[in-house]
């Protein structure tokens, strides 16, 4: 069937929903989800948001933050945007109904986190990202304009490919019309045109074997811009949270937030003794970067699978209501993290690149924007500070709206695209071949291309992926289209940018840090 929007919005998260509500204003959306309304990184969410509130914070101090935890990567004017819009899209979430803690005072009670030189992080409680996220779902389901799509998945963006024309890699002038999408429940794949396309399809944890984010992270924005001849950049900075709780098997792996040591927890080996200021002068604060590349040295010398987080010398109660969510989960484990350390390490958290866009959203591709954590605006540089990522998605999927919106009434539907053409597909064979292969990638991931890296090891990586790509691409090629060999596709196409970006890049910044170029280039590349 084919169905046609003003907007066609790629993924629920923040970013996704947040530019759905405002577009809605303007004209019909459509939202698509790969699996239910909440399932998404913006649910997962627990430190909070960052935003300038009260003195002695200000703008420029949390520029500087941002600047410093990026290492020479961000685009300053990007950073200053988001730092001063960031306070009128906190008034937005409030107006949704999103409600962020208050002191006894009744004013906000703002969390430090890493790199931070302020408290400076609105949350609610320890779970922020639910908050945020069940708010946003009771307006979108309330809005007149906004058709909900759930387990809706997006195969492909529609560009002059599918109309038959010839289009070289990254030729300027390449247009989307929509996306074609696989309703799982029926197995049809639906067309989907659209004025305008938002991608807003967030992380790529799957890529690796252990990751603080939920299955749908499987990068698939990222992948269908790529293969769409769009401009994908920066994919080599790889944000690994260093505080994951260490509890094998879990999948997603816990995350015990950085919040924890805003308020006052220390990091320790097995043996007890602090290690921090070994590494860096701010301790157990220090950007993330720094923190999960000495936490990774401490296991590797000392043979450790993980070191500990102290935040027993705290007011016991006290720690239960701020962290509510932690404390409960630690329990389960037999951890009172009250009276016991506890055991935890580093884990793919967050991805810096992805979809390049500029100041107002857009891509490289036209009528396409993009938003969140699968965009890339040059916010993060090399290093995210922690909580910037949630007001990067409402910041710019408002700049995108803002925008669009302006070139709306010039934009035709294209109604030229066909439908999707599956002959001399079949159903494959053996679904273990996908199940075995995404563990293939996710392994050469977490092996080669982690928070220390080499030629040798990049090269390794290319080489194996290599392999898995021509075996992928065969079976999709005569198999029926399903959710599983498209994310399995997909996280071959990511884990591949992310070699490729990563062999480029020779020195050593922010998240990429290789051991044969230690030392940063002076000017950024
Ligand atoms: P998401 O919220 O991940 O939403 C992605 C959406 O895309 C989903 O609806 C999914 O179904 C859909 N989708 C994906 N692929 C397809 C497809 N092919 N077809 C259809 N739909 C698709 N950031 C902060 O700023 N502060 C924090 O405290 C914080 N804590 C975090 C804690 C954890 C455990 C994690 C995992 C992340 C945290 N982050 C935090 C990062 C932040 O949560 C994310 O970067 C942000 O929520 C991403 O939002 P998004 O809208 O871009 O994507
Ligand atoms: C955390 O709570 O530590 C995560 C914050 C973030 O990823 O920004």
Known sequence: MTRRFDFLVIGSGIAGISFALKAAQYGKVAILCKTTLGESNTSFAQGGI????????????????????????????????????????????????????????????????????????????????????????????????????????????????????????????????????????????????????????????????????????????IAMVYRARGIVKDMEFVQFHPTALYHPGDRPSFLITEAIRGYGAVLRTQNGKEFMYKYDERGSLAPRDIVARAIDNEMKTRGHDYVYLDVTKKNPEETKVHFPNIYKKCLEYGIDITKDYIPVSPTQHYLCGGILVDMNGRSTIDRLYAAGECSCTGLHGANRLASNSLIEAIVYADAAVKDAVKRLDEIGINEFVPDWNDEGTSLPEEMVLITQSFREVEQIMSTYVGIVRSNLRLQRAMNRLEILYKETENLFNKSVVSREICELRNVISVAYIIIKHAIARKESRGLHYTVDYPEKHKTDL
């Open 50 to 221: 960052a935003s300038v509130t009260y003195k002695p914070d200000s703008f420029e101090k949390h520029i500087e933050d941002t600047l410093i935890a990026g290492d020479g990567h961000c685009d300053a004017d990007v950073v200053n945007k988001v730092v001063t819009e960031a306070p009128s899209q906190i008034e937005e979430l409030l107006n949704w109904g999103i409600d962020f803690d208050r002191t006894e005072e009744g004013l906000f009670d703002l969390h430090r986190e890493g790199g931070h030189s302020e408290h400076r992080i609105l949350h609610h409680k320890d779970n922020t990202g639910y908050e945020i996220q069940q708010a946003l779902i009771r307006e979108v389901k309330r809005h007149p304009n906004i058709e909900i799509f759930e387990r809706h998945f997006a195969i492909e963006i529609l560009t002059q490919h599918h109309l038959g024309e010839y289009v070289t890699h990254h030729t300027p002038g390449i247009e989307c019309y929509g996306a074609y999408v696989l309703e799982q429940r029926t197995n049809y794949i639906h067309t989907f045109l659209s004025k305008i396309t938002l991608m807003a399809t967030g992380g790529i944890g799957r890529v690796y074997s252990t990751t603080t984010n939920p299955d749908i992270a499987t990068g698939d924005g």
